[in-house]
């Protein structure tokens, strides 16, 4: 199995923090989010990829619920394997999408060539240390608006420490990661 391979079977499923949402609640802890991650492969729906295409590309449907209001926030990811470890690249939602509709199941065929890379999110690197995939990276969504990741991926769990900054002011994000754990 390739590094890519192993990283995918820990990061494909269906994952939410509901341990630690209750644990954080029972604390009378009510601003952390419950969160939920379905993380799908869909290269079976990308039509017309190149022949020797080594990557494989994820839909995520995160969910975060908050103050009893749920908002979805989808991406389209590209995993390859790099010499440095394994490269996920953001994709933009294809034509005929938005947060709310794009999901795996309501995914239809899209053209490779038709997909475009994020222009705002700078590639994340992982490196596998000790048994477990660490890595993220800084984005400048714009010259005020910072997006720091930083993500921890075990057999065990999914950490996701996500944090938003506009003019050095922290806009989104908690103090500990949301711990994702397979249901």
């Known amino acids: ?12 499923g269906k994952f939410d923090n509901r341990e630690q949402y209750k644990r954080f609640q029972d604390q009378g802890m009510r601003h952390f989010p419950f969160a939920e991650h379905i ?13 020797d295409f080594k990557g494989i590309f994820l839909v995520e449907e995160s969910y975060y619920t ?12 590209l995993f390859t394997e790099k010499e440095e470890g394994i490269k996920l690249t953001s994709y933009d939602i294809p034509n005929g ?4 509709t794009f999901t795996y199941d309501a995914l239809r ?3 490779y060539s038709c997909l475009k890379k994020s222009e705002k999110f700078t590639p994340a690197i992982y490196v596998l240390k000790n048994g477990v ?3 993220g990276s800084v984005s400048m969504f714009s010259p005020v608006l910072k997006f720091t ?3 921890r991926f075990s057999e065990e769990r999914l950490e996701v420490t996500e944090m938003m900054e506009a003019n050095g002011k922290k806009t989104f994000g908690y103090d500990e990661p949301i711990i994702y754990k397979r249901k």
């Open 66 to 77: 908050s103050e009893g209001k749920t908002h979805a926030a989808p991406h389209l990811f």
């Open 1 to 12: 199995m390739s590094k890519l391979e192993a990283f995918m079977n820990i990061l494909t």
């Open 97 to 100: 999408y938005d947060k709310t």
């Open 39 to 51: 993380n799908t492969i869909c290269n079976d729906k990308i039509i017309h990829l190149p022949e």
């Open 149 to 151: 990741l930083f993500e």
């Open 133 to 135: 995939w660490e890595g």
């Open 109 to 111: 065929d899209v053209e």
